[in-house]
């Protein structure tokens, strides 16, 4: 979902160290928080009261606490602790507006690739240090945030965001429209929905986004179907496979936009992936930066 926000453009501020949760049965808490609390579970069981919801949180579980709601805790198991992660952060677009606000998402959900990020979270609890906030904890943090909020997200809030109608704020509604069109780029006519639901006069943002990014909102959505294509093509999907996929009923078709985008039809980005993993280094990324359309050979040697 955070596919096209610019790293620069998102920061992300963890207000202080992690949370150890370490609850026996007498644990309780009622408390507000005045940023985002993520919790995930460990070992044991957490009851919730949040907002109006009942909740049970098991080991591989998170839940999102929201700035500003209420929630009520307990462990209900006199026999076993409830070990856990509790980290209070901000993330916000530009230092002015909150990312999680823009979007409507599960509060609660057991995190689908545990296996893989469950180690990572146990080692982020037991080598944040008790007072401050480091450097590691932040790029550490990212990569959970990252997970839960791919497993959580339903769909961008539809409310107009006061706060984009403000001096300066038009590269954070580029960045949010360029996000909601990647985070679904099969989407028919997302490009034009994002534009229109801007708060800015749909000619001048349209102007605007394609300054800033180099290219329109509809071939950016190109590009992004591209980019899943790419994908696809690497794990040995065939074209028409991979067509069938991304909605083209024609293999023909999408050949030629995926050339006119990339620079190199289907089937010669699967040959440069078997150049790749046998060292070579393919057209257009000898220097190890890669800028799409790949650029021609050149027809005399240097």
Known sequence: ????????????????????????????????????????????????????????????????????????????????????LAQHFRLELFGRHDLLSRMRYRRVLRLSRWHYIGPLVRHYRATAPAGSVTLAMHHAFMVILTEFIEDAFIAWSEH?????????????????????????????GL??????????????????????????????????????AMQYLESGQTVAEVAHRLGFHDSYYFSRLFKQHIGISPRGWQQQLRLRRDGQWPRGQEDG??????RRQSSHKK
């Open 1 to 84: 979902m955070l596919a096209a926000v610019p790293p620069k453009a998102l920061d992300l501020t963890l207000t202080r160290s992690a949370i150890r949760m370490q609850h026996s049965h007498s644990w309780s808490i009622d408390k507000v928080n005045a940023v985002h609390d993520l919790v995930i579970c460990l070992t044991g069981k957490g009851d919730y009261i949040l907002g109006e919801e009942r909740l049970r949180l098991t080991p591989g579980m998170a839940m999102m606490i929201p700035a500003g709601t209420r929630f009520q805790g307990q462990n209900p198991d006199p026999g076993a602790a409830y070990t856990g």
């Open 160 to 188: 107009e965001d006061p706060a984009l109608n403000e001096p300066g704020s038009l590269a954070a509604a580029i960045t949010l429209a360029a996000t909601q069109i990647a985070s679904d780029p099969l989407q028919r």
């Open 191 to 228: 490009s034009e929905r994002v534009v229109a639901g801007a708060p800015y006069n749909p000619d001048y943002f349209r102007r605007e986004f394609s300054r800033r990014l180099g290219t329109s909102p509809a071939r950016f959505q190109e590009m992004k179907r591209m980019e899943m």
């Open 289 to 294: 930066q890669v800028i799409y359309p790949l």
